[in-house]
């Protein structure tokens, strides 16, 4: 960005949480400072993060981390990675306290600059900052919020919805309407945080892929439903289920999720838009969606609708039985459990374009309003 173009823009990454960030930031260098002035060693310890150190709580809807730590003490062995920590935490007060954010990959450049303390490779400053996120997540920080954002888009949205968004030059409102995005979409952008949102629809459908999101999309079934439709593109980013997540937050709406019959869409992609997973369960209080609810495609859909499928790989098999014998949200909830041994016992899988056996439109003339007249039904 050039000068005249930093001087000109007004700010619009700058949130309400950017003083708690800088406190966060702040707080744990004062700790490692005042153990230095003693003489000590400084250390910094950062949430273990892995499935063992998980534990869902159905009161509040999704993983959250347990007590366990990894402590990275500052020795002679660990010097540069200590260093790497100091320097990462230093350049997020830089991009905050200048209203600037960088990529992943910035991040990794900008380490060029720090002599011994730099990066080799980008698989290590990306760890850095996994585990700098999960030590700010307990003062409730996001990556977001110490501006470093991802390099993917966030997903597709269409429907009745109305964004509020500013412009970067001149600061003022913008309002976006998603009905008159023409045959294309609105691109969700890295951050969501400064978003606004106007909306009368009933409830908000995440879809698992871009075909099927298209076809909805430019038949118009968001006006007939009088919802909002988001496309996934697959695992949701991260920016996706925030925005899902403080759309149906803030409009009190319910979100369904139309996925895939697998066990990666089960296990993988609805459960990660629910509910989180184990290695990132310090995200989960903020861009998991907890009142999401699985519309389908279910394996009684399977057997209802008389869906053509595929046969189940080695890989499906044992993802379903790891998600019934170790997942806590999977064991939490007897109608999953029920659901995945039924599609083990039938030995299939079923995506959700195997409704077009049927008619290309079937989907929406038929599969999903009898689906929303007994949303009770839905799958937790």
Same mark, same amino acid.
């Given at each position: 960005?050039?000068?005249?173009?930093?001087?000109?823009?007004?700010?619009?990454?700058?949130?309400?949480?950017?003083?708690?960030?800088?406190?966060?930031?702040?707080?744990?260098?004062?700790?490692?400072?005042?153990?230095?002035?003693?003489?000590?060693?400084?250390?910094?310890?950062?949430?273990?993060?892995?499935?063992?150190?998980?534990?869902?709580?159905?009161?509040?809807?999704?993983?959250?981390?347990?007590?366990?730590?990894?402590?990275?003490?500052?020795?002679?062995?660990?010097?540069?990675?200590?260093?790497?920590?100091?320097?990462?935490?230093?350049?997020?007060?830089?991009?905050?306290?200048?209203?600037?954010?960088?990529?992943?990959?910035?991040?990794?450049?900008?380490?060029?600059?720090?002599?011994?303390?730099?990066?080799?490779?980008?698989?290590?400053?990306?760890?850095?900052?996994?585990?700098?996120?999960?030590?700010?997540?307990?003062?409730?920080?996001?990556?977001?919020?110490? =501006? *470093?954002?991802?390099?993917?888009?966030?997903?597709?949205?269409?429907?009745?919805?109305?964004? /509020? %968004?500013? !412009? +970067?030059?001149?600061?003022?409102?913008?309002?976006?309407?998603?009905?008159?995005?023409?045959?294309?979409?609105?691109?969700?952008?890295?951050?969501?945080?400064?978003?606004?949102?106007?909306?009368?629809?009933?409830?908000?459908?995440?879809?698992?892929?871009?075909?099927?999101?298209?076809?909805?999309?430019?038949?118009?079934?968001?006006?007939?439903?009088?919802?909002?439709?988001?496309?996934?593109?697959?695992?949701?980013?991260?920016?996706?289920? =925030? *925005?899902?997540?403080?759309?149906?937050?803030?409009?009190?709406?319910?979100?369904?999720?139309? /996925? %895939?019959? !697998? +066990?990666?869409?089960?296990?993988?992609?609805?459960?990660?838009?629910?509910?989180?997973?184990?290695?990132?369960?310090?995200?989960?209080?903020?861009?998991?969606?907890?009142?999401?609810?699985?519309?389908?495609?279910?394996?009684?859909?399977?057997?209802?609708?008389?869906?053509?499928?595929?046969?189940?790989?080695?890989?499906?098999?044992?993802?379903?039985?790891?998600?019934?014998?170790?997942?806590?949200?999977?064991?939490?909830?007897?109608?999953? =459990?029920?659901?995945?041994?039924?599609?083990?016992?039938?030995?299939?899988?079923?995506?959700?374009?195997?409704?077009?056996?049927?008619?290309?439109?079937?989907?929406?003339?038929?599969?999903?309003?009898?689906?929303?007249?007994?949303?009770?039904?839905?799958?937790?």
């Amino acid at each position: 960005m050039s000068k005249k173009t930093t001087e000109s823009r007004h700010s619009v990454l700058s949130g309400k949480k950017d003083p708690e960030t800088l406190a966060a930031i702040r707080g744990v260098a004062a700790d490692i400072h005042k153990v230095a002035i003693k003489g000590g060693k400084p250390h910094v310890a950062f949430p273990t993060r892995n499935l063992s150190n998980v534990r869902y709580n159905p009161k509040n809807g999704y993983f959250e981390l347990g007590k366990g730590r990894k402590s990275r003490q500052l020795t002679v062995g660990t010097a540069k990675t200590f260093a790497q920590t100091l320097k990462m935490m230093a350049l997020s007060k830089e991009l905050i306290e200048g209203d600037d954010f960088a990529t992943k990959r910035d991040a990794y450049y900008q380490s060029k600059n720090w002599g011994e303390a730099r990066f080799d490779e980008q698989v290590e400053s990306d760890t850095i900052m996994d585990d700098i996120e999960a030590l700010v997540s307990l003062d409730g920080v996001s990556r977001e919020q110490l =501006r *470093f954002y991802p390099e993917e888009h966030g997903g597709a949205v269409a429907g009745e919805l109305v964004i /509020v %968004d500013r !412009d +970067p030059l001149s600061g003022d409102t913008i309002e976006i309407d998603c009905t008159r995005q023409g045959t294309g979409s609105y691109t969700i952008p890295h951050s969501v945080e400064h978003l606004g949102f106007k909306t009368n629809a009933k409830f908000i459908l995440a879809i698992e892929t871009s075909g099927m999101f298209q076809r909805l999309h430019i038949h118009t079934f968001w006006k007939s439903a009088n919802c909002i439709l988001v496309a996934m593109g697959g695992v949701p980013t991260r920016a996706c289920r =925030r *925005f899902i997540r403080r759309l149906a937050d803030e409009k009190k709406i319910p979100v369904y999720a139309f /996925v %895939d019959c !697998d +066990p990666y869409g089960i296990s993988n992609i609805y459960r990660s838009l629910k509910v989180g997973s184990g290695n990132a369960a310090h995200l989960s209080q903020f861009f998991c969606v907890p009142q999401a609810h699985f519309l389908g495609v279910t394996p009684q859909d399977i057997v209802d609708y008389k869906l053509p499928t595929h046969p189940l790989q080695d890989v499906d098999i044992k993802r379903a039985k790891d998600a019934i014998k170790n997942d806590p949200f999977f064991q939490s909830h007897k109608p999953w =459990r029920d659901a995945i041994e039924l599609l083990l016992k039938m030995g299939v899988r079923a995506e959700q374009q195997a409704l077009a056996k049927w008619g290309l439109n079937y989907v929406i003339d038929e599969y999903l309003p009898k689906k929303l007249a007994a949303s009770q039904r839905f799958l937790p």
